[in-house]
């Protein structure tokens, strides 16, 4: 029997040969295809061969020493950037890649989104060029130490001194200091602060401001503004997160962003043509985050199916003397290779997401909204929905590892501590089901009043409702296991369910429920209506994308097969856990939840063979995942040996050469030889 590291070895190039497709096949999908794939690995190769970025000390350092190490990288990036030209989307990839939240991070994914959807033409000019070149380097302050998603609630106040022509901003309490923004600590010298606008007494609510906060001169804060570095955090720990106070700070009317509202110099306010352009910032970030959740799910997935794969326990095979492979256990496939199914029905989402943000924009140029409540309400779903689905399914991951799941070395534990802030940051996640429950609830009653009422394609199944008592005969069309295989069936039982949870909020709330009192309702609610729209999202792409043969090759028929197979699992293990929902109307009958489970079973044992293939496809390089368990050769017990060498515990500062640690000879010699004087405990104490 070959030594477990040279087994491990053996492992992963048998699970690669058994692989029914080719896994650079898919990576595309991941990166936005081809041609950017190709531009995305040049970004890979310039940060690993750059030694202002290296990572394989960062499991060692702690937060200021992270911090002190960001500030060359910020340099250095800046200077790459400049020095190739990088496009928005290369430059997000670099810090991506990065895997380092540095502490400018937010300059360029939330100060700037934000100059150039908000501020006006005139004012971007203006503002632009010193923001892009980081003269001004920027945050956006929203978040308050006694609220956060909720605009109409913040405390910071800008008023207007018609004299003066200029905005007077203030944190009138403690609980208006602005919390939680990120480069505010110690970076930015300049903020867009999110204040109620205050025109001779009224509030006309929140809109942004750009504010001035340190010296551009010499970096010292500017009157009036007190900052501080909030202090250490869970995740992030590279990134200043930063608390602030304005203690009546004057900055010129020209300095509110001016694109949808604006005030005269007689201080006459005109109001957006819609109420919710405020929000453009956080549905921005919203969007991004879902394929943020996808990326991070498929690096877990990529660990975890690697060193279950090459981890053997437990059963013993008489012909060869080896253990079985941890990935081989059905537990541990229902525990890892869901969320796999999860990070492609992620990614597409986020495509399905960013075509509708894009139109969106192009539309609100001219005037057009009729887009905007959709791209708020869904974006907030899929956000609330996909982000916890990755923050819990990275830890189940984590925890599939064994007791080496503990371990930073595993590459799990840094990466996931960081994507933790995204359920609460940009909308806490609950918070956002019930705005998705608001607006379905609308569109019902809308249906209800006027059945010719024009719907969007993923809420027409409200219609479905104008008929109730049609409604209520409704049942799933299966009539054998084979059936739940079926894009039709799957969907409409989607539907239905989603259908009746909205019908049930109208019917709650008709009976007088405040709806302070209907949150679990909510978030009932917005999960079923995001996960019909995960499913047909899925579904969709993965057709448009790999059914594009009348023809098809037998590798085109592998794919398609093998990529069907990772849909069905989500389509199954979704319907498993929410099976209760599928059948508390009569929808489906048990006979049919007993082939959905037994689907989940099948699925599990249908993608298990490309497992490992499927981890692959993702494209991660070891120096991203930074992981010792999920490494591309599977020698996961050799580089978790090779990583201890590099501890400070065990280098020549803190032990000597005959191998004894620092501090033996003043704190553990004296215990050991008996100075430290004798234990007389003879059952009471002297305290």
Not at 238 to 246: E, K, P, Q
Request: glycine share 6%; net charge neutral; proline share 4%.
């Amino acid at each position: 029997m070959p030594a477990a590291e040279n087994q491990q070895q053996l492992d992963i190039a048998a699970e690669r040969a058994k692989c029914t497709f080719d896994p650079n096949v898919l990576t595309p999908l991941f990166y936005g295809g081809e041609e950017k794939l190709e531009q995305l690995k040049k970004i890979e190769a310039m940060i690993d061969s750059d030694p202002v970025f290296d990572r394989s000390d960062r499991y060692f350092l702690g937060r200021t020493e992270r911090f002190k190490r960001a500030l060359p990288m910020v340099k250095r990036y800046v200077e790459l950037r400049n020095q190739y030209g990088f496009t928005p989307e290369e430059s997000a990839y670099f810090k991506v890649y990065l895997d380092d939240y540095i502490p400018v991070h937010l300059h360029e994914s939330m100060f700037l989104p934000v100059l150039r959807a908000q501020a006006s033409d005139e004012q971007f000019r203006k503002w632009g060029p010193p923001a892009e070149n980081y003269h001004y380097i920027g945050c956006y302050a929203q978040t308050e130490l006694g609220h956060g998603s909720a605009l109409s609630r913040l405390e910071t106040t800008a008023t207007f001194d018609i004299e003066r022509d200029e905005w007077v901003i203030h944190s009138p309490t403690q609980s208006s200091a602005k919390f939680w923004i990120g480069t505010l600590g110690k970076i930015a010298n300049h903020a867009v602060v999110q204040a109620k606008l205050i025109i001779n007494g009224k509030d006309y609510g929140a809109h942004p401001f750009l504010v001035p906060l340190r010296s551009l001169k010499d970096h010292t804060p500017l009157p009036g503004v007190v900052i501080k570095d909030q202090g250490p955090k869970q995740g992030a720990i590279s990134m200043d997160n930063g608390y602030a106070r304005f203690n009546n700070v004057r900055i010129p009317r020209e300095n509110m962003l001016m694109r949808f509202s604006q005030v005269s110099r007689e201080g006459v306010y005109s109001k957006p043509i819609h109420p919710k352009l405020a929000y453009g910032g956080m549905t921005a970030v919203r969007t991004t985050l879902i394929n943020h959740s996808a990326l991070s799910m498929a690096r877990a997935v990529t660990i975890a199916t690697r060193y279950c794969a090459v981890r053997r326990q437990g059963t013993v095979d008489v012909a060869t003397d080896l253990e079985t492979q941890v990935l081989d256990y059905p537990g541990v496939q229902h525990r890892i290779l869901p969320l796999l199914s999860h990070a492609f029905a992620t990614i597409f989402s986020g495509y399905w997401m960013n075509e509708m943000y894009a139109q969106y924009n192009a539309d609100i140029t001219k005037g057009d909204t009729s887009l905007l409540k959709d791209v708020h309400v869904y974006s907030s779903g899929l956000k609330s929905y996909c982000t916890k689905l990755a923050a819990d399914g990275i830890e189940e991951a984590r925890r599939s590892l064994g007791g080496h799941g503990y371990s930073l070395f595993s590459g799990m534990i840094d990466f996931h501590r960081q994507f933790l802030a995204t359920v609460t940051y940009e909308g806490e996640n609950a918070l956002l089901t019930q705005q998705v429950s608001r607006y379905l609830l609308k569109l019902y009653k809308d249906v209800a009043r006027n059945a010719t009422v024009k719907l969007s394609p993923p809420s027409k199944y409200i219609l479905s409702l104008v008929d109730h008592d049609a409604f209520t005969q409704q049942r799933c069309g299966a009539r054998s296991a084979n059936d739940l295989y079926k894009a039709d069936v799957i969907l409409a039982a989607f539907q239905h369910r989603a259908a009746r949870l909205i019908h049930e909020l109208a019917q709650a709330e008709k009976a007088g429920s405040a709806w302070s009192d209907l949150n679990l309702e909510c978030m009932r609610l917005s999960k079923a209506h995001v996960q019909y729209i995960m499913v047909e999202n899925f579904h969709n792409g993965l057709e448009k994308r790999y059914n594009v043969s009348s023809n098809p090759t037998h590798q085109q028929q592998n794919l398609l097969a093998a990529v069907r197979s990772v849909y069905h699992l989500h389509v199954f293990y979704t319907m498993d856990l929410e099976l209760s929902e599928f059948l508390e109307d009569g929808y489906m009958s048990p006979q049919q939840a007993s082939w959905v489970r037994q689907g989940v079973k099948d699925c599990l044992k249908a993608v298990r063979p490309n497992a490992v293939g499927f981890a692959d496809c993702f494209g991660f390089t070891d120096s991203f995942l930074n992981s010792a368990l999920g490494s591309w050769d599977g020698r996961a017990y050799e580089r978790m040996a090779e990583m201890t060498e590099r501890e400070p515990l065990n280098s020549k500062a803190m032990t000597d050469e005959k191998g004894v640690i620092w501090g033996y000879e003043e704190y553990l010699k004296p215990l050991i030889y008996g100075k430290a004087g004798p234990y007389k405990n003879r059952g009471s104490s002297k305290l």
